[in-house]
């Protein structure tokens, strides 16, 4: 009992030698005060005395302001929410949402990115963009943190590996979407046609909606619908797994781009052109009951459940699996992943992590399944919480449930110049500018010479 007044009148002596500059200078990052001195450390080791100083205290109470990027905030529940139940439990963070439109997305983050911004978190929207930004050194390695905190990647089902490139991983996947067919029941019960099942071909969606395509002007219904993005077509095309669409050979395209646009002559489906220059939404098409079916992915649910509970339609819709080719097992998809980055320049790394770590965590998929989203992490507490909302469309389950899931894009050194050459000729396609066979011979080409280089 006599040795600790020792002690402890020892470790101020030293403190006060440091302190009148007698002693190292103390570490940028540091909030206490610290001392060389093995002395002084066994000292304060055998004090006991592990309370953090009370800078320390203060340093972890100051307000933290992070910025993430997004898209559709006001057609996205799920951005808000997720933030709300991180900023429930830490309150003194507070996350601001910067919105980038989702059509010039990544060529403004590219932007925002190379003159140096330092917004904290960045939203990888798809592959080209983590692709871009991580061989740029735009976006922090993430394995030290995990290693440091211990994180299990398992719960991520394969997602985490994807976003894995020469041993280092850069995001943490939240969302994980795979794509469906919505359809609108009650065009489908006025029309006398039977609802979609959950094993039907593209060759049969094509025949039902020419069977629900009817009226003309404001008043006609189409019957299905292709959005702007080249995904809407192309996926179809990899489902059997023999193709992907970084390629040196693009004629296993051929068949859908040649039923989609006989469609779009048909007037089955709405014009790419119209709805180019009028940047019209998928949503608003379908909200509206334009359109008797949708392929779209699993995103769109949670826009259709907070709409339709907002009162901004008033009919019956469905889900079921996404069309198949002819030979491939129903439930073969596509799917996409969704993830979230550190900015390389960003003043708040720590916070970021943290952060980033919850939103893609458990809980974070617990809120963004709380909106009608499908989290990377699907375990079954969260899985519960998807099934429970109110609004879910009945034999949503069943529709969910896949054989296999096709990556929208795989990782490729190239593959932001592949998708680049991607848009430009599926846009020459839709608009007619050229035949089906020479934007194909264009892609093989172009493509085929983009990979060489």
Not at 191 to 220: C, F, I, Q
Not at 366 to 394: C, D, Q, W, Y
Request: hydrophobic share 40%.
């Amino acid at each position: 009992m006599k040795k600790y007044p020792l002690i402890t009148l020892f470790v101020v002596l030293i403190f006060a030698l440091v302190a009148c500059g007698g002693g190292a200078a103390e570490p940028a990052e540091s909030s206490s005060t610290e001392t060389e001195s093995t002395t002084a450390e066994q000292a304060v080791e055998e004090s006991a005395v592990e309370e953090p100083a009370a800078e320390e205290q203060e340093t972890a109470a100051e307000p933290i302001t992070l910025k993430m990027t997004a898209w559709d905030i006001a057609t996205t529940p799920y951005w808000q929410a997720v933030i709300d139940a991180y900023e429930a439990q830490n309150p003194n963070v507070q996350v601001e949402l910067v919105e980038i439109s989702s059509q010039e997305y990544q060529d403004k983050v590219n932007i925002m990115l190379s003159g140096g911004d330092d917004t904290d978190i960045i939203t990888v929207k798809d592959i080209p963009g983590y692709s871009a930004m991580l061989t740029r050194g735009q976006i922090v390695p993430l394995n030290s943190y995990i290693e440091a905190d211990g994180l299990d990647l398992s719960p991520y089902s394969g997602a985490a590996e994807e976003l894995t490139y020469e041993g280092s991983i850069y995001a943490l996947p939240f969302r994980s979407d795979i794509w469906v067919l919505y359809y609108n029941k009650d065009l489908f019960d006025a029309a006398g046609v039977a609802y979609p099942t959950n094993d039907m071909t593209w060759e049969e969606l094509d025949a039902v909606a020419r069977e629900l395509t009817s009226g003309s002007g404001n008043e006609k219904v189409y019957g299905t619908h292709f959005h702007t993005w080249r995904s809407t077509v192309q996926l179809g095309t990899v489902q059997d797994g023999e193709n992907t669409v970084i390629a040196t050979d693009y004629s296993f395209m051929q068949p859908m781009y040649d039923m989609v646009t006989a469609m779009q002559d048909d007037g089955i489906v709405m014009d790419f052109g119209s709805l180019k220059a009028g940047q019209i939404h998928y949503s608003s098409v379908f909200k509206n009951a334009q359109i008797a079916t949708l392929p779209m992915g699993s995103w769109f649910i949670g826009s259709l459940i907070a709409a339709e509970q907002a009162g901004e339609f008033d009919f019956d819709w469905g889900v079921v699996k996404y069309p198949h080719p002819e030979g491939v097992a129903a439930g073969t998809t596509a799917g996409t992943l969704t993830s979230l980055a550190i900015n390389s320049h960003s003043n708040n790394k720590d916070a970021a992590w943290d952060f980033i770590k919850f939103y893609s965590g458990v809980e974070g998929a617990k809120a963004l399944a709380a909106t009608g989203n499908l989290p990377a992490i699907r375990t079954p507490e969260v899985l519960e919480v998807f099934a429970s909302l109110e609004g879910m469309p009945e034999g949503l389950d069943e529709a969910l449930q896949t054989t296999a899931v096709r990556l929208e894009l795989p990782m490729h050194p190239q593959v932001g110049a592949v998708e680049q050459i991607l848009n430009e000729e599926h846009e020459l396609i839709m608009t007619s500018s050229v035949s089906v066979d020479e934007g194909i011979g264009s892609m093989t080409s172009r493509i085929s010479e983009a990979l060489n280089q």
